[in-house]
């Protein structure tokens, strides 16, 4: 169900979102520096990415996640954050579905900004516990996407890891429902994606997929299902 004054955040939300997406994309793809590549890797140079077609893409990425969390979210002190991580993963989806690169430059930078948005939301609503628990929340889902990225490197990339940190942090704020049923999530849309484009023969199974995006709009579901879904299982 829509939150309250859904309506204008909502619109707020497209608003806001999507101009600063389409600015901001091509801007900081000219600018990351590249990753050091392995033997043999390749990679397409994040500054040949800054045309037209990434603004287009992250601006409108950007702008129906913006609508979509606004419309949840409401005025709720956590919406800033939100928005932010809205602009911040539209950007980052499209380089990681490009280059399958997560670049940190963008990540590590995005944890003080959501953190910082999440502070004041805090401290204007008084809900510290729900601050707490976002800490907690990036923290487990680090841990988790370390062991993955340790045990089996080719199937989760570093740039997941650092990924999953701010993403648990985000949806911890929201509740732990949306934290499990977010970040994790991804997990369920990558494999059904994975399948499918090996069974269409599309790729094959030494090929890895982008997992970014799926962590991106895994987060995005929990936020709109995550707290039905709990509950539903508390019953």
């Keep these: 169900m829509p939150a309250d004054n859904a309506l204008l955040a909502a619109g707020a939300g497209v608003v806001l979102c999507g101009p600063a997406a389409y600015l901001l994309g091509p801007w900081l793809m000219?600018?990351?520096p590249e990753p050091s590549l392995e033997e043999g890797e390749t990679k397409i140079p994040y500054a040949e990415l800054a045309g037209p077609?990434?603004?287009?893409?992250c601006g409108l990425l950007a702008a129906v996640s913006g609508?979509?969390?606004?419309?949840m979210l409401g005025t709720a002190p956590w919406l800033v954050a939100w928005l932010l991580l809205a602009v911040v993963g539209a950007v980052l989806g499209y380089i990681d579905a490009r280059t399958r690169y997560l670049p940190s430059a963008i990540i590590w930078p995005s944890y003080g900004a959501v953190g910082l948005a999440l502070l004041v939301g805090a401290a204007v609503s008084g809900e510290w516990g729900s601050l707490r628990r976002a800490v907690i929340a990036a923290a487990i889902g680090f841990a988790v996407f370390y062991v993955l990225w340790f045990v089996?490197?080719?199937g989760?990339?570093?740039g997941d890891v650092?990924?999953?940190?701010?993403?648990?942090?985000?949806l911890g704020a929201l509740g732990w429902g949306q934290f499990v049923s977010g970040l994790y999530g991804g997990f369920f849309l990558g494999a059904i994606v994975g399948i499918a484009l090996i069974a269409s023969k599309v790729m094959t199974r030494k090929q890895m997929?982008?997992?970014g995006p799926f962590m991106l709009v895994g987060a995005l579901a929990g936020v709109l299902l995550g707290g039905p879904l709990e509950h539903l299982y508390i019953g």
């Design 152 to 154: 089996f490197p080719r």
């Design 30 to 32: 000219r600018r990351i």
């Design 67 to 71: 609508g979509l969390l606004g419309w």
């Design 53 to 57: 077609r990434a603004a287009y893409w």
């Design 162 to 170: 650092r990924l999953s940190g701010l993403l648990g942090l985000a």
């Design 156 to 158: 989760v990339g570093f």
């Design 209 to 211: 997929v982008p997992f």
